[in-house]
């Protein structure tokens, strides 16, 4: 136990580490590089660390898994086991199922299944307990990753990443609240901003869209693309609530299509500015 | 070893073993806070001044490690280093359980300043349930590792030995 001591010297001291800390978090959200380049070099400093600690681990996390969610697992290898047979059961089907697709997309002109992607493995949530609507995968700089670029599934928009390191990235779910995307409603094809509806688990487009616009519930909607990092016609979800009625402020609030319920690999759409551009380019 | 090599290799090894052991240790997708924890206990032994600069640079390697605002933990850490150091003053005869429950008040009261200083910054919404669930696990699992972290830290604050002894009531401190 430390002696009793007096206070004198810690008032000044506090304030200038609180005028420290204002003054980092400014020049961070202005976009200050030094400071991003100071966090991405301890993360990959730390990076090998963390790859040997998960290996370690691994062995660990599956014997618990084992013991204490084994009701879960054998519930999941079942539900797999029927959905392989369903789906070899649908195999003659499936051409024509997929001819039928690319009839609906070619109609509304989406062409998202021949985006160049990126494969990546989804490792969990970031370090920290604060890290909701957010998850970390296993590509990064060095896999020509970087930030803003678009996460789908074979469904839709994911989100997009965040925070790229040389070897792993942090993706913002489309769902986290300072998510935005710009979207098109394919019926009506007005353009609108979309927002994370956090903890909703759903998207708000809450601009853009006309008060006197007939929406329909179960209307789908899209990337509306343009000036965004987004290519156009990436699904984004379906409205499941047009607000109809609304005067001014209408909230049209719209179902993820993608859900990340037992997925273990995502696509990154490579920018294909980025495509164009020379590696030193890229930056 | 100087006494700032010693404090620079318990954040160093408080940070690795954040993102590598406590990372995949998670009760409900709870992980232990050892910066936190580490500059809580650097203000109670370090006393004020000390315990907020320990406590101001395990919040920077906190936003370091979890990609959060430059600034943004160490706004949080260093202030609760220094309160926790003015209570040390008070609890200096108190005994072990009642320093627990002291500590985990204070872990508590740390994870929901940082949580909502990062709503106050935009970077995730409140979610009161969820926040006060997250502060109790955190601060149990916290305590749970706090001894051996809080020789750790009184090792590298103190050399072991008492500091801040002011013998002439001037407000000056001394280091041992």
């Not at chain 2, 209570?87 to 429950?101: C, D, G, M, N, Q």
Request: proline share 5%; glycine share 10%; hydrophobic share 45%.
């Amino acid at each position: 136990m430390a002696v009793p001591r007096p206070t004198g010297r810690s008032r000044p001291t506090l304030l200038l580490l609180i005028a420290a800390a204002l003054t980092l978090l400014t020049l961070q959200f202005r976009g200050f590089a030094p400071l991003d380049s100071f966090q991405q070099g301890m993360r990959d400093l730390l990076d090998p660390v963390r790859s040997v600690s998960e290996t370690a681990a691994r062995p660990l996390r599956s014997a618990w898994l084992g013991v204490f969610d084994y009701d879960d697992l054998r519930d999941r290898t079942e539900r797999l086991e029927k959905e392989l047979a369903r789906m070899r059961g649908r195999q003659l089907s499936s051409e024509a199922d997929r001819e039928l697709l690319l009839r609906l997309m070619g109609e509304v002109g989406i062409d998202y299944t021949t985006l160049d992607t990126v494969v990546v493995r989804i490792l969990g949530t970031p370090p920290g307990n604060f890290s909701s609507h957010t998850i970390e995968v296993d590509k990064g700089l060095d896999d020509g990753l970087s930030e803003g670029m678009a996460v789908v599934t074979g469904a839709g928009l994911v989100g997009r990443l965040e925070v790229v390191d040389r070897s792993r990235s942090i993706v913002r779910l489309a769902t986290h609240p300072a998510f935005r995307v710009g979207v098109r409603l394919v019926g009506s094809q007005d353009e609108g901003l979309a927002r994370g509806g956090g903890a909703t688990g759903y998207l708000v487009i809450d601009a853009g869209i006309r008060p006197d616009v007939e929406v329909a519930v179960g209307e789908v909607v899209v990337t509306s693309g343009g000036r965004s990092r987004f290519p156009a016609d990436i699904p984004v979800g379906r409205v499941v609530d047009p607000d109809q009625g609304a005067d001014l402020d209408r909230e049209i609030i719209v179902e993820p299509a993608a859900s990340l319920e037992h997925l273990s690999f995502l696509n990154v759409v490579l920018d294909p500015r980025l495509a164009d551009a020379g590696p030193l380019e890229r930056g | 070893m100087t006494g700032r090599l010693k404090i620079v290799a318990v954040l160093l090894t408080a940070m690795t073993v954040q993102v590598t052991v406590f990372e995949e240790i998670r009760i409900d997708g709870v992980s232990v806070e050892l910066l936190l924890l580490v500059s809580i206990l650097a203000g109670f032994h370090g006393g004020p001044e000390r315990g907020a600069v320990v406590a101001f640079c395990a919040g920077l390697l906190h936003d370091s490690i979890t990609a959060t605002p430059m600034g943004l933990h160490a706004l949080v850490y260093a202030p609760l280093a220094v309160a926790t150091s003015h209570l040390e003053v008070r609890l200096a005869r108190s005994t072990r359980p009642f320093l627990a429950v002291g500590l985990a008040v204070a872990m508590a009261v740390g994870v929901c300043a940082t949580m909502l200083a990062g709503g106050l910054f935009g970077l995730h919404d409140v979610d009161v349930a969820r926040l006060a669930r997250t502060a109790l696990v955190a601060s149990l699992m916290s305590v749970a590792v706090a001894v051996p972290t809080s020789r750790a830290v009184c090792w590298a604050v103190t050399g072991g030995l008492p500091v801040d002894v002011d013998v002439r009531g001037s407000g000056v401190e001394s280091r041992g």
